[in-house]
């Protein structure tokens, strides 16, 4: 079942048509979503959250014209606007910070625009995204990770049902780690 209470006619993964929501439509990201990259990866309210912001003019500087256009990530639209930016892919085995290889071939990740914080908007995209997954891979689990001082991201782990198998330091702060 999708968010929207279908299912996909052939459920795939990464999917190859967009995954419609109540309010949301996930997609591939577009040449037209650029300016929006570049104010999430320099925003300092989402550098707070990940580690530090990027100054814009490195970001616009490195920012591709098409960002993020690889299988599993997709771009979260409101009303044909890019608000954020969902993954949900392979997990890098030779990643330094990498744990529990064992838990999941997959991982979640996500990133909002400060504007699109506290309406549910993460929550609506993950969930389409996590029923999308699992129709196409039923059974494979999906881990997560993300900073322990960071409660909003530490109650929408649990409500999308993550529960931690461990806590570990990574990029100077104590992370939380979980598995669906």
């Known amino acids: ?13 990464p999917p190859t048509a967009p995954i419609r929501t109540a309010r949301l439509v996930l997609r591939p990201s577009e040449a037209r979503d650029r300016p929006g990259f570049v104010e999430l ?3 300092p309210e989402v550098g707070a959250r990940i580690g530090g912001a990027r100054p814009r003019a490195e970001v616009e500087a ?7 256009r690889r299988p599993g990530a997709l771009v ?3 009303d044909g606007e890019m608000i954020g930016l969902v993954t949900l892919e392979a997990r890098d085995p030779t990643r330094p910070d990498q744990v529990r290889p064992e838990a999941g071939g997959s991982e979640l990740g996500y990133l909002f625009l400060p504007g699109a914080w ?11 995204a996590l029923d999308r997954f699992a129709a196409a891979r039923p059974g494979e689990r999906v881990v997560l990770c993300t ?6 991201a530490l109650r929408l782990a649990q409500k999308l049902g993550f529960t931690e198998l461990e806590r570990f330091e990574a ?5 939380w780690f979980g598995v669906r």
């Open 62 to 68: 490195a920012m591709p014209e098409v960002p993020a």
């Open 1 to 13: 079942m999708t968010a929207t209470g279908s299912t996909p006619a052939a459920a795939d993964w």
């Open 76 to 78: 979260a639209e409101l």
């Open 41 to 43: 990866f320099s925003s």
């Open 171 to 175: 990029y100077g702060a104590e992370q």
């Open 147 to 152: 900073r322990v001082d960071n409660a909003p």
């Open 118 to 128: 506290g309406r549910g908007y993460a929550a609506e995209a993950c969930a389409a």
